[in-house]
């Protein structure tokens, strides 16, 4: 297949019309799963089921980064995964509970001490990671998918049981909420994702600019519902793919 060449950069990038293939990469994790929703107060976090694809795209440039010991290795795998599909299905039952806790954070060479609330959540079952990839770069992505060792906070911690080739099931990808047909229930979140306009020194660490990650952030629903809650805790189950009466319907781009 031909292959394009960026102006201005060495990197070179796998031709748009190349074939796709769906790749499904599963997660445990040693104890607990934590992410903030965006936007969310740091000091009360609430808590979203599933990381956001941006989330998942960045742990794989971070893997890059990491395992090759170069930035430009993370700087190209970005450039080829930033408007790749996306979809994390949830295991079948997860467990919410809030908690208040003291944290210590480096601060100017010493660790300053804080407290906080945050949402935690205990899977029953792997967290299932989809992403369509051109088929000339999947051996690459799912070596970089096998290396994850955390999605969300640092201290969720987790690792990879397999990857295989797969389709995602549409009824049990997050949806955005506008593309719902009416009557249809889930758990109203927001995720966020790269966009054509987001840049890696957006992101990089190593010395980026903020404002070049022109993240989307939208509101979606995931096939969650609470079956028993408390104040400061919830059980969700999965929605069954069954359970939907009609296709879900989207937005013609």
């Known amino acids: 297949m031909p ?10 990038l796998t031709a748009l019309a190349e074939p796709m293939v769906w790749l499904r990469a599963d997660y445990e994790f040693a104890s607990t799963f934590s992410y903030r929703q965006p936007d969310a107060s740091a000091q009360f976090a609430i808590g979203v089921p599933v990381p956001s694809p941006a989330t998942v795209k960045l742990a794989l440039v971070d893997i890059a980064i990491r395992w090759s ?4 290795e993370g700087r190209r ?12 299905v949830p295991p079948p039952r997860m467990a919410r509970f809030r908690a208040f806790i ?28 989809y992403i369509q990839v051109p088929r000339a770069n999947a051996n690459e992505i799912r070596s970089l998918l096998q290396r994850i060792r955390r999605l969300g906070t640092s201290d969720s911690l987790c690792w990879c049981i397999e990857v295989r080739e797969e389709v995602p099931d549409e009824h049990l990808c997050p949806h955005l909420f506008s593309d719902l047909p009416p009557g249809q229930g889930g758990l109203v979140v927001r995720l966020v994702d790269l966009t054509d306009q987001s840049e890696f020194d957006g992101f990089n660490p190593f010395g980026g600019n903020p404002q070049l990650a022109k993240l989307s952030k939208e509101v979606h629903i995931l096939p969650l519902t609470v079956r028993r809650s408390g104040e400061t805790w919830a059980l969700l189950q999965r929605i069954q793919s069954s359970a939907y009466p009609h296709p879900l319907r989207r937005k013609k781009s």
């Open 3 to 12: 292959r394009v060449h960026y102006a201005g950069s060495s990197t070179t």
């Open 69 to 72: 010991g170069s930035v430009n």
């Open 77 to 88: 795998i970005f450039g080829s995964i930033k408007t790749c599909k996306i979809c994390v």
């Open 102 to 129: 003291k944290r210590l954070k480096p601060r100017e060479g010493r660790l300053l001490e804080s407290t906080g609330v945050r949402d935690y959540f205990l899977l029953d079952g792997p967290l299932s990671v």
